[in-house]
Each structure stands twice: as structure tokens, then as C-alpha cells.
């Protein structure tokens, strides 16, 4: 295990299993408290424990596990203040909102997805349609469109008055060199400008600098008779190049699920995690016997390893990006890692909504 030899650049587990290995040998396994859980629960990212909650709550209804965690992220997807999902996420360059998102279903082993799905809240809705009424695994942008009006799906603006002025202030402040005015270009106005009603508290809301955001949601379940399904959904990077995919809808990379193991899925930079396949990693390493925080700790590290672009370093040799990691295995243990120290997850089970811990690659906070 590459950790054990890189302690001074890694973050040292809280506490280390010692796990038998082939020729009697064992290796240290970091653990989470996440680890000992058995039976029925809904995982999440941190902005879905709603979503878990919910998934969870749907799953006691007896509805398919599908419906639930699609359910579950929906709460998500229709809440305009989460600006990393659905209605009110942040557009792409041309100040549109474009959302990717998967669904994974554990019984089955089937899978649905859409990508760049422009004017529609719910692409985990659709992603389900996808999975339900078609042959296919992933249908994308226009044809998403079309194949979601298909479904009944209502079209309208998903940029909310808040992201738009967002948006606006991250295109006009991009560069002197085009013909907006960066925000010290303008001038004063002489009195008052006339601000229509309901719009001043957003203009003031759109103040302080504008970076690039990333934000998902992801949520799986495990019922009591042992199936898992997995979703996740999101408005991926912002102002990102229109027609820009990201991890959440690849099945596989931000979401996969095998109902003789478990499931795991991500939120963050989308681009690092492609290059992973992260989410079929965690998978394959808890059907190995890890545990599902190491199994997501591993991951990260395979991340960081492979993480060699000079520009995605920063001063101190450390990645510049962050990528969370959330994994739920067959028997109901439960964990979750990141890159840098913070990181939580969102949990519901017999014991109700709450959040743990997640383990991390680095010590210190970026
Ligand atoms: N993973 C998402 C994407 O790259 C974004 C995020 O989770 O922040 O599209």
C-alpha cells in the first residue's frame, strides 16, 4: 500500500485496521465510524441529507429503490439556493444552465443518464426514464431535450435572478480586453439607478469575487433485503465550455452501483474523476474486502498520484482542486474521503439524519 510509505505527505487514518493479506502478511486499513453500520440506509453528499433522508424514507414505503434515491435528489434539484444542481445551478459560459445526471439501479444492473439537458430541473428524472423506457445507457443534449419533453417534462428558465447576475459578473470581469466593463471600469451613476422591484437583493447578493464553483449531488441506498441503487445529479462546472461533460452522468466515474457489492459515487472536480473512474474503483475495491472509507480513501490517492498537470499543483506541490468520495457497501457499512480535510457525509438510518466524518488525503486544508 503506497500510503503506509508516504506518511509525511499523507494524512496519517485516525485509526488503522489490520487487515490479513495473502502469505500472512496484513495491511493497515484506515477506518470510519461509518464502518461497523449494518442493515438498510441512505447515503448522500453533504448538501443531500435531505435527499437521504427522504430516499430513506420512500424505501420504508416499500417504492422501487430507484424512485427513491431519484426522489431524494430531487428535493435537491427543485432548491434554487443549492446553485451546484437543477433549478438555480450555475450556467455554462453562454450563461445557460446545462445539467448532467445518472441513475444506477442494483437489481437490475441497469443504468440511465443524460448530459448538457438544458431547461429541464429534474435530469435525474429523465436520467430514470432513460434507464426505463429505452435500450439506451445515455442520451445527450439536444436529443436529451427532446426525449425529455417525450417523457412530459415541463420546460422553463433554470437561471435564477441570483446566478444570473453571477454569471454576469464572472463574463464581464473576465477580461478589459472585450467590450463589457469590468466592475472598476464603470462609473458611479449619478444618483440613484432605478432597480425593479424584487431584483435589489440579488444585484447586492452578486457582490465579492466570482471564481469557478463546482457542486453535485449524490445519493445511494441499501434496502433491508440487500439491493442498492445510486444517484447523482448536477449543474457541473460553472461557466463551463457549453456541451462540457463532467463526471456525475458516467456511469462508472461520479456513480456506479453493483448489487453484490454496493454502490459509490462523487461530487468535485469532474475532469480528475473521469480520468479515474473512480466510482467503479471504490466498488471493485470493497468486492476486494476493503471497507467502503478506505475503499473511497484509496481513490483519492489514486486521484492525487495521477494528478501530474503542472497547472492543477499548487505552490506547495499539493493538487489545487478537491474531489469527494461516497461509498455505501451491501452489508450497510458506510464512509466517505476527499482530498482535503472538512469533508462530510450525509447519512440516514435507523438512527435518523446526521453526518460523519470523511477520511482525507492531505492533513491541512488547501
Ligand atoms: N463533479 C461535477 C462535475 O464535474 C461537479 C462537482 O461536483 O462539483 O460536473
Not at 441512505?42 to 420504508?60: H, K, V
Amino acid at each position: 500500500m503506497t500510503h503506509l510509505t508516504r506518511r509525511a505527505f499523507l494524512a496519517v487514518p485516525p485509526v488503522a485496521l489490520l487487515v490479513p493479506v495473502a502469505g500472512g502478511a496484513v495491511r493497515h486499513e484506515p477506518t470510519s465510524v461509518g464502518d461497523s453500520h449494518r442493515g438498510p440506509a441512505a447515503i448522500a453528499s453533504l448538501n443531500g441529507l435531505r435527499a437521504a433522508e427522504r430516499a430513506y424514507a420512500l424505501m420504508q414505503e416499500g417504492y422501487d429503490l430507484a424512485d427513491c434515491v431519484v426522489q431524494g435528489v430531487r428535493i435537491v434539484e427543485d432548491d434554487p439556493n443549492d446553485t451546484s444542481v437543477g433549478l438555480g445551478g450555475l450556467p455554462n459560459e453562454d450563461g445557460v444552465v446545462e445539467l448532467d445526471a445518472s441513475v444506477m439501479h442494483g437489481p437490475t444492473h441497469k443504468c440511465g443518464s443524460v448530459a448538457s439537458l438544458r431547461g429541464i430541473r429534474n435530469p435525474a428524472m429523465v436520467a430514470l426514464e432513460v434507464l426505463r423506457r429505452t435500450d439506451h445507457c445515455l442520451i445527450v443534449g439536444e436529443g436529451a431535450l427532446r426525449f425529455a419533453r417525450q417523457m412530459g417534462f415541463v420546460e422553463e428558465n433554470l437561471l435564477t435572478e441570483s446566478t444570473r447576475l453571477e454569471w454576469l459578473k464572472w463574463r464581464e470581469n473576465m477580461t478589459k480586453e472585450d467590450d463589457r466593463l469590468d466592475d472598476d471600469e464603470r462609473d458611479a451613476p449619478v444618483g440613484k439607478t432605478f432597480v425593479e422591484p424584487g431584483k435589489a437583493a440579488a444585484m447586492a447578493g452578486a457582490a465579492g469575487p466570482v471564481k469557478h464553483h463546482t457542486g453535485t449531488v449524490h445519493c445511494s441506498v441499501l434496502t433491508k433485503a440487500g439491493d442498492v441503487s445510486s444517484c447523482t445529479s448536477t449543474s457541473g462546472l460553472s461557466w463551463k465550455i457549453p456541451g462540457r461533460v463532467g463526471d456525475s452522468p458516467i456511469v462508472g466515474a461520479g456513480n456506479y452501483c453493483d448489487n453484490e457489492v454496493g454502490c459509490a459515487g462523487s461530487t468535485g472536480r469532474g475532469e480528475a474523476n473521469l480520468a479515474n473512474l473512480s466510482a467503479f474503483l471504490i466498488v471493485e475495491s470493497m468486492r476486494r474486502g476493503m471497507n467502503p472509507a478506505a475503499a473511497c480513501l484509496e481513490a483519492a490517492k489514486r486521484v492525487v498520484a495521477n494528478s501530474k498537470e503542472r497547472r492543477l499543483k499548487g505552490p506547495d506541490g499539493r493538487v489545487n482542486f478537491d474531489l469527494k468520495f461516497y461509498a455505501l457497501r451491501k452489508d450497510g457499512a458506510y464512509g466517505a474521503a476527499t482530498l482535503f480535510p472538512g469533508g462530510k457525509l450525509a447519512v440516514c438510518d435507523e438512527t435518523g439524519p446526521h453526518t460523519i466524518d470523511a477520511l482525507h488525503v492531505y492533513d491541512t486544508p488547501m
